[in-house]
Structures are given as C-alpha cells and as structure tokens.
C-alpha cells in the first residue's frame, strides 16, 4: 500500500493574538508545530502501513522552515518525507493548496492519502476535498475509525452531528480524519536519530508539472481583503455597587426583558 | 491589485514591517520591501508616516467576469429532514438578493416536494429539487456532480451551504471543479457597494483574527456558514415560488454508505436548542465551580456549556463545548461564567440575545461583548443569583 500523509506547519493559534490599534497579528514567540490533527492521520498512516506492509510518504508544502515538521514526522516512523517548496507557491488559498497538492501526489503516487480533518490556523476544511476533486479519486471525511482496509476497498466510519456513517469506498482514496481516531505514538529515540539524518526530497513547481496560472495568488479565486481584530459591543450595561446590588439589578433587567 | 512602495519617500524607518500580518515587508538596502508573499490585505497601507505606501490596480482586475445571477442555497436533509441551517442561509440569501435586486434559489437532494414548498414559505423563489433514491442518502460524488451540474447550467453569482459535516465534506469538491473561490465559516455576508462583491467575513487563527475575503474574479461566490449564525427570515404561508425537478444523470459513486448509526447524546441537542445556557470556563476552578453553575442551570431551565478551557483542565465532557472546535449556540440568554472570552468561544455563541458576563477580571473580553456585566466573584455571585431567581419564580 502507497500511503501519504499531508501535513501542515501551523502556528500555535492558541498564542496568536491581534494588535488592536494596528489590527495586525502578534507573532513574535509564537512557535510552530504539525497541525494537531494531522499527527493522527500520520498514525493512520503507520497503522496501515503495519497492517497492509508498504511505504508511508509525509508530504508538505511550505517554505524551507517546514522541513522541521517533515523531520518531526519522519521520527514518528515515516519512510520518506516530500516538501513541496517553490516561491510560486506564495499565496495559495486553498483551492491552489489542492492543486498543487494533487499535482504532487500524482507524482509520487498513492493508493491511500490522509489528511487531519481541518488545520487550526485557517480551519477551512477545504483543502482534502478539493485535493480529492483534483486527483478524480473519492474522499471521505471526518473519519473515526478505519473499521478494513484490502487491496482495492476500505471501510471506515464517518462522524456525522447525529452519529456516523460506515462508508466503503474503493481505492485509490482521500481520508480526512478526526482526533477519536486514535492517540498518536511518541516518536523514539531511535526514530529521532534517523530522522535527524533523513534526507528531504524537495519538488519544484517545476518538477510536478504544475500549471503556472494555477499556482500562488495567481491560482487563488479568493483574496485575503483585511484582517482585524473581533467587534466590541458598545451598549452593554455594567452593575455597579455590592454583589448583592448587582445580582438586584441583573434580574431586574432580565424580568424587564421577560426572561424570567 | 498591487500594493507598492515608493523607494525616494521611503525613509527606513521600518513602522511598516510590524503592520504586515504575513511578514512580507522586508529591509533592504536601508529602504522597505513588499515580498511576493504579499496577501494584499491592506494591513500597511496607511501606517506609513510619509505615505510612501500605495495601491495600484492591474489590468487583470478589470478581468471580465463570467456572467451570472442570483443567490442559491443549497438546502440539506438528512434522513428526510431539512437542516435549521438551511432556513437560516434562506434568511441570509434573501437580503443578499435584495440588496443585488436578484432572487433566491433553493436546491435541496432528497426529502419531498412538500419540503421544497416549505422551502419556498422560508424564503426561495424557486426550488432545484432531486428527489431521486440516489441522492436520499449523501454521498460525495452524486452530490457534487448535481450541484456543479446544476450551477454550471444556470450559473448563480453566490452559493450559499450549511457548515456541517455535509456542507464542508461535498461544496469543497464543487468549488474546486469550477475553479470557484470558497470561504468557510462565514460569519457575516455583505455585498460590497461599489463593485457588488461578496464581502465574506470569517475568523482565522483559533477565531483571534477576523478575515474579509473576496472573490473579486471567479463566479459563484461560494461560502458556507455554521448552524445558528445567521437569522431566519420571515416565515410566510401563501408564498408562492417555482420547483423545477431534477433527475441525476451520468452521476457516480465510489462510496457507499453502508450503515447509518444514531448517537445522539441529549445534552448536546439540548444546547444547540436550548433558550438559556449557563456556560463555564477556567474561572469556574474545578468541579466545585460547575456545581455551583448546574444548580444556575437548574434553576433557570437551562443547559450547561463550557468554554475549551473548561473542557481541556477535564472538568466537563467535550459535548458541553461551545466555540470555534465545538458546538455553534445562539440561546436567548447566555450566562457566561469565569469565561475570558477568548474569541475562540466568543465566535460559537455570540449570535446569542442576549449574554450576561460574570467574571473577576474587569478586563476580560467576555465584557466586550456582553449585554450585562457584573465584575464579581462568581463563587460569592452565582449562588446568590440562584437563590434570587429561585425566590423570583416563586419555587
């Protein structure tokens, strides 16, 4: 089985704030990891890989710096990192991410491809999707559990808002997958060590085949306009005296709503 | 659109670099630099004390668009039923079209005729329906075949869909097929006055950062929106609309569902339905804190949220989490307790009526979107506001 696995190098989004007065981000200290959900679809990965036998790929696109979450993967237990590295990449939303994505997995082939669920900077959702339309392969999302896999067919359950569904699907196929899937291993020591030395295969816009229109902000139908820092309601009422004489005044309001 | 800087202005003084979200605004030789990782996103354009920062406007963007017309919303059911997001987007749609003097379409796979017309009394002009055994139950593939079928043939300026697992798993095939922008998660949908675009507001970053997206060159304007963001429309009986049936050809599956299993855990129904949700955060401290709330909650009729902190310290399950990883509420009253309000949780519950804030920092956030505010101890404040309540309703 070809497995590859897409991850994302994103900032911790728990420490990423906006300036208020210059409405831009604050970036300064705040560090990188692999997108959380994509740990558990480099475990997915692994898992087949021990079930079916084959190789597991990591694939990447981002600029050079990404390569640390390449190396990071590789210590779980990868076989063979890919970083997809080129400055006509620059800008990409997540319909040239898709492309340029499929146009790499096409390159290096794969009868299974993974992919966290969502990344936490943008949370789009989108980019395993619309990598899966580019590849004309089917994709399931939200996956919770891979119930078989065989040459040719897997079974998993996809979580839905009332529950999930156990979906078939034939291969080759586009997982995206959720946390409940499962924990993903620690890498070790030895893991460590040989990923320290891995080499990092790089592709070029280039080496793909890429489209050139189709790439970067060139290729991206959506554009960033402005970004800025969340609305602050300006009527609210604060209650001012003892505890007791705000509780008074809260209920108060609330009984003049007919809240209560 | 470009945005550059004129070099002779430029005097180095390198205010323009901390503006740039994205880190495209580079020193060199003593003069700044705009990267081609640009994201035009305007951040810099008037930090600039010598105003040596300026936007110019390329040919491409006078690129003529495909033609097109109308706001469609693509309408989901399952097991028959059709989505609260749907009627919602119905809500959106209309004043979208109002403002565009266009109208508004409905497509709905599965369900029945009487859902379309009630789709039609929510708001549609006009309804697309297939109510083949093909699509009853989803499907990726069938799904986005129809509806890229659909829109190519009839070519809609704006598709609207359902955040859901449905919406987010299928529309982003459908927009990579026509090579159509698509925004996730909008929070708010404008037309932009002078050039008619679809202003998509959405947050990024955990929901730190609010984001304005356009789609200034590509037709359909795609966006999804999660359940409970936006209003319903006005409900009318004798609204009169169109449904054009719509049989599925040339349509395949590589999946297949094989089974469908129902868990659905009460209290999670109950929060995104409840009318009053007492909500906790880190403030709460523990298990103790949330007593203190349930006894609230029970007093008020209401169900029980937390904020991701809450539910990351393991004080509450993560069913009870409301905000940008959980659950999307908009309750008539939302009692936020010992919650900052991080926008992360702000985002999941802000379309609520109105929001009580009770915490012990005057400078929380949670205070800048409250309707009431109350700097207190919430151990000292929430029972008091319990036994008062309890004494109010006579019980």
Redesign the interface.
């Given at each position: 089985m070809r497995i590859i696995v897409c991850i994302k190098q994103v900032p911790d989004t728990a420490e990423v704030r906006i300036n208020p007065e210059t409405n831009t981000l604050i970036r300064d200290g705040v560090p990188s990891i692999i997108n959380p959900y994509d740990t558990h679809a480099i475990e997915a990965g692994l898992q087949i890989k021990e079930k079916t036998g084959g190789k597991v790929t990591v694939l990447t696109m981002g600029p050079p710096q990404a390569e640390s979450a390449l190396r990071e993967a590789l210590s779980m237990g990868a076989d063979e990192a890919v970083l997809l590295t080129d400055r006509a990449f620059a800008g990409s939303d997540t319909w040239a991410t898709a492309y340029t994505l499929a146009k790499a997995i096409e390159h290096i082939g794969a009868d299974v491809i993974l992919c966290g669920k969502q990344a936490i900077d943008g949370d789009t959702a989108q980019v395993g999707p619309e990598t899966a339309e580019f590849l004309d392969i089917p994709h399931i999302a939200y996956i919770r559990k891979i119930d078989d896999i065989a040459e040719g067919r897997i079974v998993v359950q996809r979580l839905m808002d009332d529950g999930y569904d156990v979906v078939e699907s034939s291969l080759p196929v586009l997982l995206t997958v959720v946390r409940e899937l499962n924990v993903p291993r620690m890498p070790s020591l030895k893991g460590k060590m040989a990923a320290k030395k891995a080499e990092i295969r790089k592709l070029s816009a280039a080496d793909i085949g890429a489209a050139e229109e189709s790439l970067g902000l060139k290729g991206s139908p959506t554009q960033v306009r402005n970004i800025f820092a969340p609305e602050v309601k300006t009527d609210r009422k604060m209650f001012e005296g003892t505890a007791e004489e705000k509780v008074d005044a809260l209920i108060k309001e609330l009984v003049g709503q007919k809240c209560l | 659109m470009l945005i550059k800087i004129n070099r002779d202005k430029c005097t180095g003084c390198e205010s323009c670099i901390?503006?740039?979200?994205f880190?495209s605004i580079v020193m060199k030789d003593e003069k700044a630099e705009i990267t081609?990782?640009?994201?035009?996103?305007?951040?810099c354009l008037n930090?600039c004390p010598e105003g040596a920062i300026y936007e110019i406007e390329e040919a491409s963007d006078k690129k003529e668009k495909e033609e097109g017309s109308g706001v469609w919303v693509y309408a989901e059911q399952?097991d028959g039923v059709i989505a609260g997001v749907s009627f919602e987007l119905l809500g959106a749609g209309r004043g979208l079209a109002n403002k565009l003097g266009t109208e508004v379409s409905a497509v709905l796979f599965g369900a029945t005729e009487a859902d379309a017309r009630e789709l039609i009394r929510w708001g549609a002009d006009r309804v697309y329906h297939c109510g083949d055994e093909l699509v009853r139950t989803?499907n990726?593939?069938p799904y986005?075949d129809l509806l890229s079928g659909l829109i190519q043939q009839y070519r809609p300026e704006i598709v609207l869909a359902g955040a859901?697992?449905?919406g987010?798993?299928?529309i982003?095939?459908v927009?990579?097929?026509l090579?159509?922008?698509?925004?996730?998660?909008c929070t708010s949908l404008e037309i932009d006055e002078d050039s008619k675009n679809l202003?998509q507001v959405r947050?990024?970053?955990?929901?730190?950062?609010?984001?304005?997206?356009?789609?200034?060159?590509?037709r359909p304007q795609m966006a999804t929106v999660r359940p409970r963001v936006m209003k319903r429309g006005e409900y009318d009986e004798s609204r009169q609309g169109e449904i054009i049936p719509v049989k599925t050809d040339n349509v395949r599956?590589?999946?297949?569902?094989?089974?469908?299993?129902?868990?659905?855990s009460d209290i999670s129904v109950n929060l995104q339905e409840a009318n009053?949700i007492v909500s906790g955060g880190r403030g709460t401290g523990g298990e103790k804190g949330f007593k203190l709330l349930h006894e609230l909650a029970e007093a008020l009729g209401a169900s029980l949220g937390a904020s991701r902190a809450a539910v990351d310290e393991g004080w509450i399950p993560y069913r009870h989490q409301v905000g940008?990883t959980g659950k999307t509420v908009g309750p008539?009253?939302y009692i936020a307790c010992g919650i900052s309000g991080a926008?992360?949780h702000?985002?999941g519950m802000q379309s609520s009526d109105?929001i009580?804030a009770i915490n012990k920092n005057p400078e929380a956030p949670i205070?800048?979107?409250?309707?009431?505010?109350?700097?207190?101890?919430l151990f000292?404040?929430v029972p008091?506001?319990t036994k008062?309540?309890k004494e109010?309703?006579g019980l």
């Amino acid at each position: 089985m070809r497995i590859i696995v897409c991850i994302k190098q994103v900032p911790d989004t728990a420490e990423v704030r906006i300036n208020p007065e210059t409405n831009t981000l604050i970036r300064d200290g705040v560090p990188s990891i692999i997108n959380p959900y994509d740990t558990h679809a480099i475990e997915a990965g692994l898992q087949i890989k021990e079930k079916t036998g084959g190789k597991v790929t990591v694939l990447t696109m981002g600029p050079p710096q990404a390569e640390s979450a390449l190396r990071e993967a590789l210590s779980m237990g990868a076989d063979e990192a890919v970083l997809l590295t080129d400055r006509a990449f620059a800008g990409s939303d997540t319909w040239a991410t898709a492309y340029t994505l499929a146009k790499a997995i096409e390159h290096i082939g794969a009868d299974v491809i993974l992919c966290g669920k969502q990344a936490i900077d943008g949370d789009t959702a989108q980019v395993g999707p619309e990598t899966a339309e580019f590849l004309d392969i089917p994709h399931i999302a939200y996956i919770r559990k891979i119930d078989d896999i065989a040459e040719g067919r897997i079974v998993v359950q996809r979580l839905m808002d009332d529950g999930y569904d156990v979906v078939e699907s034939s291969l080759p196929v586009l997982l995206t997958v959720v946390r409940e899937l499962n924990v993903p291993r620690m890498p070790s020591l030895k893991g460590k060590m040989a990923a320290k030395k891995a080499e990092i295969r790089k592709l070029s816009a280039a080496d793909i085949g890429a489209a050139e229109e189709s790439l970067g902000l060139k290729g991206s139908p959506t554009q960033v306009r402005n970004i800025f820092a969340p609305e602050v309601k300006t009527d609210r009422k604060m209650f001012e005296g003892t505890a007791e004489e705000k509780v008074d005044a809260l209920i108060k309001e609330l009984v003049g709503q007919k809240c209560l | 659109m470009l945005i550059k800087i004129n070099r002779d202005k430029c005097t180095g003084c390198e205010s323009c670099i901390q503006s740039c979200p994205f880190d495209s605004i580079v020193m060199k030789d003593e003069k700044a630099e705009i990267t081609e990782t640009c994201q035009f996103c305007r951040s810099c354009l008037n930090v600039c004390p010598e105003g040596a920062i300026y936007e110019i406007e390329e040919a491409s963007d006078k690129k003529e668009k495909e033609e097109g017309s109308g706001v469609w919303v693509y309408a989901e059911q399952r097991d028959g039923v059709i989505a609260g997001v749907s009627f919602e987007l119905l809500g959106a749609g209309r004043g979208l079209a109002n403002k565009l003097g266009t109208e508004v379409s409905a497509v709905l796979f599965g369900a029945t005729e009487a859902d379309a017309r009630e789709l039609i009394r929510w708001g549609a002009d006009r309804v697309y329906h297939c109510g083949d055994e093909l699509v009853r139950t989803f499907n990726d593939e069938p799904y986005a075949d129809l509806l890229s079928g659909l829109i190519q043939q009839y070519r809609p300026e704006i598709v609207l869909a359902g955040a859901t697992p449905i919406g987010r798993s299928f529309i982003p095939r459908v927009a990579a097929r026509l090579k159509a922008g698509l925004t996730a998660d909008c929070t708010s949908l404008e037309i932009d006055e002078d050039s008619k675009n679809l202003l998509q507001v959405r947050p990024a970053f955990g929901g730190n950062i609010m984001a304005t997206i356009l789609c200034p060159h590509t037709r359909p304007q795609m966006a999804t929106v999660r359940p409970r963001v936006m209003k319903r429309g006005e409900y009318d009986e004798s609204r009169q609309g169109e449904i054009i049936p719509v049989k599925t050809d040339n349509v395949r599956s590589r999946t297949k569902v094989i089974e469908t299993i129902k868990e659905v855990s009460d209290i999670s129904v109950n929060l995104q339905e409840a009318n009053v949700i007492v909500s906790g955060g880190r403030g709460t401290g523990g298990e103790k804190g949330f007593k203190l709330l349930h006894e609230l909650a029970e007093a008020l009729g209401a169900s029980l949220g937390a904020s991701r902190a809450a539910v990351d310290e393991g004080w509450i399950p993560y069913r009870h989490q409301v905000g940008q990883t959980g659950k999307t509420v908009g309750p008539k009253i939302y009692i936020a307790c010992g919650i900052s309000g991080a926008v992360q949780h702000v985002v999941g519950m802000q379309s609520s009526d109105i929001i009580v804030a009770i915490n012990k920092n005057p400078e929380a956030p949670i205070f800048n979107i409250a309707t009431y505010g109350i700097v207190g101890d919430l151990f000292e404040i929430v029972p008091m506001l319990t036994k008062k309540i309890k004494e109010a309703k006579g019980l």
